[in-house]
C-alpha cells in the first residue's frame, strides 16, 4: 500500500491568493451590481441634487424627492439652495401626507429663517397642513363631519392663516388665507350649532339657547347664523318664553324669510332607525341629504 505525499502547503496558499487576485479583478464589478450603495447623491454637487429633487417634484413623487432634499442639506447645510430645499422639502411631506413631518420641517425653516421672503409661504403652508392634519382614513371613508371631530388643529390652522393675513397683508397668499379662515369660522360656527340641536332635541332648552348664543357672538355672519336664531326660537318656545320666541321669530322672518322652522319643517332629526344601520355614517339635522 503505498503512502499518499502531504500537499505543498506553500503552493497550496499560492494558488488560493492567485485566485482571490484574479476574482477581485474579474468579479467586483458583477459583485458590486449586486450591493450597490444606496447613497448615490453623494458628494454630487448641490446644483444636481437640486436639479434631482425638483425633477422628482414636478413629476410628483414626493418621496423620492424628500430624500434627496435631506441628503442636500446634509451635504449642504447652508445656502439658497438649502433653503429652497427645505421649503419644497415641506411642500413634499404635506403633499404625502406626511403632516407631523412636514409642521416639523416648517417650524424649523420659519426658526432658522424668520426674516426669510418666504417665511409667509411657510405659515401658509402650515396652515394648509393642519387643516389637512386630522383627515384620517375612517373619516374619508364613512364622511364624517370635520367640525365634529376634535377642533384643536384646525384652530391651530386658523391661527396660521390669521399670521399671514395680519403680518403679510400685502403677501400673494393673504387673500386666500383669508378665504380659509371664513371657512373654518363656519366649521367652528357648525360644531357649536351641533351641541345647541344635541340639546334641544333632549329638551335642555336653557343649555340649547346659551350655545346659540354663543355661537351668534363668537361667529357673527357665519354661514349658521340664522339656524342658531332659529334654534333660540325653538329654545324659548320650549321654555315657555313666548316674548323671547316671538323676537327670535321676528328676526328670523326679517333675515331669512324662507327658513324651513318658519314652515315647521326645522330641525329635522336623523331618524332613529338610521342609528341602526352600521354603515350610514354620521349625520346631524344640518344635513342636506
Not at 37 to 48: G, H, K, L, M, S
Not at 189 to 202: C, F, G, T, V
Request: proline letters at 6%.
Amino acid at each position: 500500500m503505498t503512502q499518499r505525499s502531504a500537499p505543498n502547503r506553500p503552493a497550496f496558499r499560492l494558488l488560493a491568493l492567485l485566485l482571490i487576485v484574479a476574482f477581485a479583478g474579474t468579479g467586483c464589478a458583477r459583485v458590486g451590481g449586486w450591493f450597490k450603495d444606496d447613497n448615490v447623491d453623494e458628494n454630487q454637487p448641490v446644483e444636481a441634487l437640486y436639479d434631482k429633487g425638483h425633477t422628482s417634484m414636478r413629476n410628483g413623487n414626493w418621496s423620492s424627492a424628500e430624500t434627496t432634499y435631506k441628503r442636500l442639506v446634509a451635504q449642504y447645510p447652508y445656502g439658497p439652495y438649502t433653503e429652497q430645499a427645505l421649503i419644497e422639502t415641506a411642500y413634499a411631506q404635506y403633499k404625502a401626507g406626511k403632516h407631523e413631518e412636514a409642521i416639523s420641517s416648517i417650524d424649523r425653516f420659519i426658526r432658522t429663517y424668520p426674516t426669510h421672503r418666504n417665511t409667509p409661504y411657510m405659515y401658509y403652508l402650515r396652515g394648509l397642513t393642519n387643516s389637512r392634519r386630522d383627515a384620517v382614513f375612517l373619516q374619508k371613508v364613512w364622511r364624517l363631519d370635520a367640525s365634529r371631530r376634535d377642533l384643536a388643529t384646525p384652530m391651530q390652522a386658523y391661527n396660521d392663516f390669521s399670521i399671514v393675513v395680519d403680518r403679510y397683508p400685502n403677501s400673494r397668499y393673504a387673500a386666500d388665507a383669508r378665504a380659509r379662515m371664513g371657512e373654518l369660522r363656519d366649521m367652528f360656527a357648525r360644531h357649536e350649532l351641533d351641541i345647541a340641536l344635541y340639546y334641544l332635541r333632549r329638551t335642555a332648552y336653557v343649555a340649547a339657547a346659551g350655545r346659540a348664543t354663543d355661537l351668534l357672538e363668537t361667529y357673527p355672519q357665519s354661514a349658521y347664523q340664522n339656524d342658531a336664531v332659529a334654534t333660540l326660537a325653538a329654545a324659548y318656545t320650549g321654555l315657555g318664553n313666548e316674548t323671547l320666541a316671538a323676537d327670535a321669530k321676528r328676526v328670523l322672518l326679517q333675515n331669512d324669510p324662507n327658513h324651513p322652522y318658519l314652515r315647521g319643517d326645522w330641525p329635522d332629526y336623523p331618524s332613529d332607525w338610521r342609528k341602526l344601520n352600521p354603515f350610514a355614517g354620521e349625520q346631524s339635522p344640518l344635513d342636506e341629504d
